[in-house]
């Protein structure tokens, strides 16, 4: 038997398309709703919230994604059964199990994708919008900081700055 590739590569084509639209709109709602905070609050100007959108954007991909690559896929198979192509396809002898291949890969490569961001690169960019969400106080008594203790709390690496001699002593 051979693979339907042909069919497959338009499936794939459909799903993607929808799941990134989808992806860019959340991810930009998403990082908006986290921006408003600390506009509200005076911490960020509007060129920093622009900053802060997008390095916060890269741990909301972790929430949208997976929302995303379902709403993806229910459009494109939706579309593709309304258009009649699923029926098409089923008629010319391709079973339901080879239509529903492209979105099985596209669910394993984000999958795949989730893992490597959640090791590698939401940390990074967490450590990233802690810093650029400190108060500017906070952000001059930081240079003059002499120790750094890391603590862990739910994952999320906490930095506790101890204050200096000279920090303690400018409070005076």
């Not at 930009?28 to 954007?57: N, Q, T, Y």
């Not at 240079?143 to 700055?161: D, G, L, P």
């Amino acid at each position: 038997m051979r693979f339907p590739i042909t069919l497959w590569r338009h499936i794939a084509f459909e799903v993607w398309r929808v799941v990134f639209i989808t992806a860019l709109v959340l991810v930009c709602v998403v990082s908006f709703a986290a921006v408003v905070k600390f506009l509200g609050e005076g911490r960020l100007g509007p060129v920093d919230a622009l900053r802060f959108m997008a390095v916060i954007a890269v741990p909301m991909m972790h929430y949208t994604l997976p929302f995303a690559a379902g709403f993806g896929a229910t459009l494109a198979y939706h579309r593709m059964t309304a258009d009649g192509e699923i029926t098409a396809a089923h008629a010319s002898g391709i079973g339901h199990r080879w239509v529903l291949v492209p979105a099985f890969l596209a669910a394993l490569v984000l999958g795949v994708g989730l893992g490597y961001l959640n090791q590698q690169t939401i940390p990074h960019m967490l450590r990233a919008s802690q810093r650029m969400a400190l108060p500017l106080r906070r952000r001059v008594r930081r240079e003059w900081t002499s120790t750094r203790v890391f603590r862990t709390r739910s994952a999320i690496c906490v930095r506790v700055w101890k204050p200096s001699v000279r920090t303690r002593l400018a409070k005076r």
